[in-house]
């Protein structure tokens, strides 16, 4: 439920908040999609799929951003008073959960095309992720808007069994072909999957704060909390481990790119060497 008030402290933390995540979720699309020619062509739209869902959720924090300062407002100068809700206007909560709608399923789009699995194996993973990543996100939208403690809790717990089954998808059902993945890969892959499970857990937390003994503005402000943090690390960190792992892979697959990537990336500080140093002896 959206609070009646917010204090000067309550209204600046979420503020900061959505500003920190539009920026990290707006440069690290940008980023994605400059670094597609250090990946090999086969892994670009695993990079580009990650580029889309930090550009989506960038959009979508943009108007969750305006939502919140048109729905809180203080009539004192410098912004010192409390924040009352506007006359007429009202967070709209229903931007994160569109946003999650179209990301999630993304999320686990990306993971299993960086993979390059073999395409029956890849059809087969997406065909059951994709659909219950949906279904979790729809499941857990009544208990969001609800007042009611029991709305809340039967659709949290019906949005939870989707949510274990794609962590058994993720641990189990695609551990079975990570054997064929290089060293390091594995490695960063059981990170990747660390961090989603880290990163969705928060989302039930800050999800369940109105039934964990805080209410009012403080659990609100908590839950805004929660779902930007978890959506950093679900979408831009997320993101650059994909990102890694193309990287890694693309090594692996073709050690004549590696070089060329090796050479780049020393070729410039040479360079910059020699000039600086041709600058110094004509000074």
């Not at 179209?102 to 686990?108: E, I, S, Y």
């Not at 279904?135 to 949290?156: C, K, N, Q, T, W």
């Not at 695609?174 to 989603?196: E, F, G, K, N, Y």
């Amino acid at each position: 439920m959206i609070p009646d008030q917010l204090t000067p402290g309550q209204y600046d933390t979420v503020y900061n908040l959505l500003s920190l995540v539009i920026a990290a979720q707006l440069f690290t699309a940008l980023f994605l999609v400059a670094a597609q020619p250090r990946v090999l062509p086969r892994y670009r739209q695993a990079l580009l799929v990650s580029a889309v869902v930090c550009g989506i959720a960038a959009y979508h924090y943009f108007r969750i951003f305006s939502s919140f300062k048109e729905a809180f407002v203080t009539d004192a100068v410098g912004g010192e008073g409390t924040y009352t809700q506007a006359v007429g206007a009202s967070f709209n909560e229903g931007y994160r959960y569109v946003d999650w709608l179209l990301t999630v399923p993304l999320l686990l789009v990306e993971l299993v095309v960086v993979l390059a699995l073999a395409r029956k194996l890849q059809a087969s993973l997406l065909w059951r992720l994709v659909p219950a990543s949906a279904l979790m996100i729809v499941l857990g939208y009544p208990g969001e808007i609800s007042d009611s403690d029991a709305l809340r809790h039967v659709f949290g717990l019906l949005s939870t069994l989707p949510f274990l089954y794609i962590l058994y998808v993720l641990f189990v059902e695609l551990t079975r072909s990570l054997d064929r993945q290089p060293p390091a890969v594995r490695q960063t892959i059981s990170r990747l999957r660390i961090l989603l499970f880290a990163s969705w857990g928060v989302y039930p937390i800050a999800y369940l704060l109105p039934l964990l003994g805080l209410d009012g503005s403080d659990a609100w402000v908590g839950k805004q909390a929660g779902y930007s943090i978890a959506d950093i690390l679900a979408k831009a960190l997320y993101g650059l481990l994909i990102y890694r792992i193309a990287r890694l892979k693309s090594f692996a697959d073709d050690p004549a790119f590696e070089a060329a990537e090796e050479g780049t990336a020393h070729e410039w500080p040479a360079a910059t060497r020699d000039r600086g140093a041709s600058t110094t002896t004509v000074a």
